[in-house]
């Protein structure tokens, strides 16, 4: 039933079909900025993920929200003591302009390298929507990101004592990608996971999984889905908190849930469910 109530959500504010002024409005929201664990925090918006690393050596920033959140989230890091011009780093999840949009304006702020997959990056350099992706009608551009570089599935980004892996999770498009990374609080080490978004949605008159211009895309999203399952999963982040059921962990004052990796894959895998079921409608 909980999975009812966060698919209507989803559908209501997540996806950008139908509603893009009324998720707009959503991924905008402000949110006070807050510690995760240890070193990370998160500095999106209260509808769109975006998370902090810190160390001495500079920082590393996953996700820019939407275009108009770039300065709150560069406000939310002034606001924890931070410099945005110490972000070194900027990873992108996916290529979508409500997590994606932002990056251009933060990038020219921090002079940081913006690093994702080959398939986000070039999203990314262009601001123009992949036509392969079953959205796209839903799309919308955004500003060019400069000072661009593709990672490797399985590449480590390291910036002194940081180390950030990179998981190839495609599906929700063909590059998403999400990352991994160690924290450390009073002696306790706890795996970071931030996972991008693996819900399977084509915009109005398209097919999520009879795409002839992404025909992989269930096969990856059911591979991905299963890869986020098996991780090392301590604090979960999702690209939307509100699948990751960051809100309520907030509330217990604990983000750590080792089981939050697991309902997450089982949250997409009921998506897909429900994608497939509506697309074998004649
Ligand atoms: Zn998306």
Redesign the pocket.
Known sequence: MKNTIRLAAALLFGGVSASTVAGMTEWLAPQDPFALYGNTYYVGTHGISAVLITSPAGHILIDGGPAGAADQIAAHVRALGFKVEDIRYILNG?D?F??AGGIAALQKMSGAAVLGSPASIAVLRTGQPDKRDA?YPDLVPFAPVANTRAVRDGDVVKLGPLAVTAHFTPG??PGATSWTWLSSESGKTMHMVYAD?VTAIAADGRSFSRNPLYPNARADVERSIAMIEGLECDVLVGAHPDFSDLWERKESRTFVDPDACRKYAANGRAWLAKTLAAEAQP
């Open positions: 996916h979508h409500d997590h959205q929700h498009t978004s």
